[in-house]
């Protein structure tokens, strides 16, 4: 495998789209990241189950008796160390990689992790998503079409369980809620949840509305999630630290507190700038905004979300299907 094509591939996606999915976008390109810098942490969740963290989205690794379910791979540059760290847990294979969605800090390492022979598994829109190239709404930034080798090999489109001796992994999609590929996985036996970027601990999520992202299916996930789990749930989201359902809670309620306060100035006829202006979550972002350019870009992403036109937030194979 041309590993430098992969990380230059992988470099360019971190730079030019939405892969840093929770990283606000700059006035001005980030500099490059220098992946040989990267340490990946190992965190125990129990169960043979544990939390990787590395340079993009969280990673959830776990053993079963002949093989290993990850859910995300970061990026390409990663893969050796990311396989490093895996084996150090366990000798068994990686046997299945979920993407959580299509966003490159969670996909980029898709390509190396298929030519190990594992199967890459996502909601059918991550697929289409990955195939096509997206553009960041907020920025106008394009990602270019990954490789067919990149692609995800087994979709689904609701619902898929993944079997392994003495572990099993729910799949679940929810729909337009970070973007309109989302993919939850629930390790019940383990009473492990990973979520992907439709949850992110200590800080306001990136809702990709022009990728089929919507507040109202934000909140929709946290009620799912808040249904699933209970107090002894180890939660792992798509950004932060490990989490359990009483800080999902609270996050829930900054999304229905947001969700409520730009229906009425989307109501009220406010445009973009004037919901800026308004500063609706000023009272939130000391929690949840690191920057002043986050609770700027969540005021914008949550305006989109309520104020545009319903098609323009169609799932992507719907409007394929009706241009077509």
Do not use: C
Not at 142 to 162: M, R, W
Not at 170 to 197: C, E, I, M, P, Q
């Amino acid at each position: 495998m041309d590993r430098v094509r992969i990380a230059v591939a992988a470099t360019m996606m971190a730079l030019s789209g939405p892969s840093f999915a929770q990283a606000p976008p700059a006035a001005s390109p980030p500099p490059p990241v220098d992946f040989s810098k990267v340490e990946i942490k190992t965190t125990g969740l129990g169960n043979d189950v544990y939390m990787l963290e590395g340079q993009g989205g969280n990673i959830t690794v776990a053993v079963a008796k002949d093989g290993i379910i990850m859910v995300d791979g970061q990026f390409a540059p990663l893969h050796d160390k990311i396989k490093t760290a895996v084996a150090a847990i366990s000798n068994q294979p990686v046997k299945y990689l979920v993407n959580t969605h299509f966003h490159g800090d969670h996909t980029g390492g898709n390509e190396a992790f298929a030519s190990d022979g594992v199967t890459i598994v996502a909601q059918d829109n991550v697929k289409s998503r990955l195939a096509a190239g997206t553009v960041n709404g907020l920025t106008g930034a394009k990602t270019p079409a990954a490789p067919q080798a990149a692609l995800p090999s087994d979709t689904y489109t609701n619902f898929s369980k993944i079997r392994l001796q003495g572990r099993v992994a729910d799949l679940k999609h929810v729909a337009n809620a970070h973007t309109d590929g989302d993919t939850y996985v629930w390790f019940k036996t383990a009473n492990v949840l990973s979520t992907g970027d439709t949850f992110t601990n200590g800080r306001y999520p990136n809702i990709d509305f022009a990728n089929g992202g919507n507040i109202k299916g934000m909140i929709a996930a946290s009620d799912a999630y808040l249904k699933l789990t209970n107090a002894r749930s180890r939660i792992v989201p798509g950004h932060g630290p490990i989490a359990d359902r009483a800080t999902l809670v609270e996050y829930r309620t900054m999304l229905v507190t947001a969700r409520d306060r730009m229906e009425k100035l989307v109501k009220e006829g406010k445009s973009e700038d004037d919901a800026v202006a308004a500063k609706p979550f000023a009272d939130l972002d000391a929690k949840w905004a690191p920057s002043e350019l986050a609770a700027k870009n969540f005021i914008r992403v949550v305006y989109h979300s309520l104020a545009d036109k319903p098609d323009t937030r169609r799932p992507f194979l719907k409007r394929i299907l009706r241009r077509n």
